[in-house]
């Protein structure tokens, strides 16, 4: 797609709106509107059999009756019609248009509407924007292409929002004064123009300063990653909702969308991959986007919190816990300050509770406080978090403490209520819109400073990632043909300096005297039908006498047939992790790193991971795990060699890229990761896509 084609469709200089309407409340009256509260001043020409004349200007027959052809075309009349309207835009060589209707008819032919409007606009090179779409606001180009009433959006915004969800859309767009929008778009089917299309637009937008993504599915995962990869680097960051983690969303994701949702963990992977802060629901999204698009990033540090209640504080200490959110733990010079401002008896700590007796001087005092908090060297940003008065009114007497912090540290301050109420404040949206973001909620808040700061922790990693190499061992093309079998795996992992426990491949008797002298050993059926040997009794550990290894190769062979494999039997001190690769159908080879044994298979402490990636990043993820500790002596426990893990997990990743279109799905569970050093223990060939 071009981007001159793509202008046309959301920039267009002339527009044609079919089924044009003076009735309230119809989709072809809502369009006008729309256009002129958007201020649109380009050529508007309407177009409706029945009316000769609309809101003071000539009514049309049929686009074929206009004086001059439209870039866009409109379409608000019902799918009976729609498609005789369709032919005749593509006899005009009409080449965008914006169809507000799901395309359904009853008692249609086969194939049904939808896929022959999708078909017919394929073979003309027909832009649509949907079908079944609420639209799209491209509000600093005056052009507000929408069949639903909505608000008054200011320019000057710098929010962008893509939604495959119409509700997505207008469920923030149209009832959230405090986001001020560039550009926002329902996607609807996607029949030409897809989410990848709007958001490549949408991050060249010289105002954009973050994006809300609303994510059934990605139809175009290499121009999607090309997206992510530039709202990194100009480090724009995006805002999502993907919906689809449990089975029965999955399947309606697939239903609504018409494309296959995919992986939810492979979704994180790329998310992780790409700095995409991931979020819950519609509330966390509006919280994230006006605190990204109001507030400069914060820099090192933790979150301080003033207060005036000191059940409310201990209620956000728990919340923030509860969300890993890291709260600054003040220093003895701070503490000192606070001790000097504060009333007998009230702790100088963070969060403070600095209200006391109140009295005049309480505003001075909660506004010193707040400072303090924020020139603490240990502070990223703060917050002045309070409840709404009287029909949710904001005491204007905070003001001056965001104000004032602010000035001073040249860190970002937000005004957070507990809750909003029923009621409504103009001056939330004012304070707002003046670079004192008001939020309600302290889940919200909270998941909102959680992301800034993620995002923040982020952009640290990703400036490394340019240093990324992915080398390949040199001697590989001439040691193998790009195929993978039970045989040579482990002399493949080798090479990318992942280390296995010794395996030789036995198929007689004979063939055990070479292992007089090296027990003990572990014996596994080497029979490539069966994926767990160990569930179905095909694997004997700690074998260590001939006469033992004798018999546990009668036994197995006996079930399994005589091809084993025997490797040293390693009974180091350490903790059993896992690595893996899951080729996703979408997004390609996935790296799986974690926890092992019970922990994989019963708690699932298993991240993916997107390579190209480095050891610092897989050490941030691992310390994502519930029993990370674990790894680092827990209660006596040795800590083992994490360094080790995640460099093999970097190898492992490149040899994923290596061998992507020959590899499927490859375990190596456990791997031991000891005081010095891991050791894989057994591997598992799961699939390969060719034989």
């Given amino acids: 797609m071009s981007e001159i084609s793509l202008e046309t469709l959301l920039t267009p200089k002339s527009i044609a709106v079919v089924g044009a309407s003076p009735k309230a409340g119809t989709v072809g009256n809502e369009t006008i509107l729309n256009l002129q509260k958007g201020g649109y001043t380009g050529d508007l020409f309407f177009v409706n059999p029945r009316y ?62 939808k896929k022959r409007i999708a078909a017919k606009a394929a073979l003309n090179q027909i832009l649509v924007m949907g079908a079944n779409t609420m639209g799209v606001y491209n509000i600093e180009n005056n052009t507000l292409i929408g069949g639903f009433d ?42 030409t123009t897809t989410m990848e299309d709007y958001l490549d637009y949408a991050i060249d937008l010289p105002g954009t300063k973050v994006i809300g993504l609303f994510l059934e599915t990605v139809r175009k995962p290499e121009k999607f990653f090309g997206c992510l990869e530039r709202a990194a680097k100009k480090q724009i960051p995006i805002i999502a909702i993907k919906v689809g983690k449990t089975e029965l969303s999955r399947k309606m994701a697939e239903s609504h969308s018409g494309a296959m949702a995919g992986s939810d963990r492979a979704y994180d992977a790329v998310f992780r991959h790409y700095g995409v802060l991931r979020v819950d629901d519609m509330d966390q999204m509006a919280a994230c986007l006006i605190m990204f698009s109001q507030a400069t990033f914060p820099m090192q540090g933790d979150l301080v919190c003033l207060h005036d209640s000191g059940g409310e504080r201990q209620l956000l200490i728990d919340l923030a816990n509860h969300l890993s959110v890291p ?17 007998p008896g009230l702790p100088a700590v963070n969060p403070l509770d600095a209200w006391g007796a109140g009295g005049t001087n309480a505003p001075e005092v909660m506004a010193s406080c707040f400072e303090a908090l924020l020139l603490d060297q240990s502070a990223a940003m703060g917050a002045v978090v309070h409840d709404r008065g009287p029909s949710s009114e904001i005491y204007e007497a905070y003001i001056p403490y965001l104000k004032r912090g602010k000035k001073s540290s040249k860190k970002p301050v937000f005004l957070v209520s507990n809750r909003q109420g029923s009621g409504e404040s103009g001056l939330a949206v004012d304070l707002t819109h003046k670079g004192f973001p008001v939020i309600d909620g302290l889940n919200q808040f909270l998941t909102g400073t959680k992301k800034m700061f993620e995002y923040r922790d982020f952009q640290k990693l990703y400036k490394n990632r340019s240093n990324l190499t992915s080398k390949i061992p040199l001697n590989l093309e ?60 095909g694997v004997v550990l700690n074998i260590d006498n001939f006469e033992d290894l004798e018999r546990a190769y009668n036994e197995i062979t006996e ?17 059993e992790m896992i690595l893996g690769i899951n080729n996703d159908d979408q997004f390609g080879p996935l790296i799986v790193v974690g926890l092992g044994g019970v922990y994989a298979e019963l708690f699932n402490e298993v991240i993916l991971l997107m390579p190209p990636f480095d050891s610092e990043q897989v050490k941030a993820a691992l310390k994502l795990l519930p029993h990370f500790e674990m790894l680092e002596g827990f209660r006596g426990g040795i800590p083992v060699d994490i360094e080790s893990y995640c460099n093999v997990a970097v190898g ?32 598992l060939l799961i699939k390969t896509i060719k034989e």
Avoid at 173 to 179: A, N, S
Avoid at 560 to 571: A, K, L, W
Wanted: aromatic share 8%; proline share 3%; net charge negative.
């Fill in 150 to 191: 909505t608000r008054v959006h200011p320019k000057g915004g710098n929010v962008a929002l893509i939604s495959q969800s119409g509700a997505g859309m207008s469920g923030i767009v149209d009832c959230e004064e405090r986001i001020k929008f560039n550009f926002t778009v329902s996607t609807g089917y996607e029949l």
């Fill in 327 to 343: 709260l600054t733990e003040i220093s003895k010079d701070t503490e000192t300050k606070l001790l000097n401002l504060l009333d």
């Fill in 478 to 537: 001439k040691s193998f043909a790009e195929t993978i079998d039970e045989e040579n795996i482990y002399d493949l992992l080798s090479l990318f300096e992942i280390p296995m426990n010794e395996i030789v491949f036995v198929s007689s008797r004979q063939g055990l005297e070479q292992f007089v002298g090296k027990f003990p050993v572990v014996m596994k059926t080497a029979n490539t039908d069966i994926q767990h040997k160990f569930d179905v009794g």
């Fill in 652 to 683: 492992l990743s490149k040899f994923a890229e290596y061998f992507r279109h020959s590899l499927k799905e490859l375990d190596i569970n456990p791997i031991k990761v000891m005081e010095k050093g891991c050791v894989g223990l057994d591997m």
């Fill in 52 to 113: 000769d004349q609309l809101f003071e200007n000539v009514c049309f027959d049929n686009l074929s009756a206009l004086p001059k052809k439209p870039d866009h075309v409109i379409f608000a009349v019902n799918d009976s019609r729609l498609e005789n309207v369709f032919d005749e835009l593509i006899r005009l060589e009409i080449k965008a248009c914006t169809i507000f209707s799901a395309l359904i008819l009853k008692d249609d032919t086969s194939p049904g509407l």
């Fill in 559 to 575: 079930k399994f047939g005589e091809h084993v494999s025997i490797s040293p039997y390693i009974d180091a001190d350490g903790v």
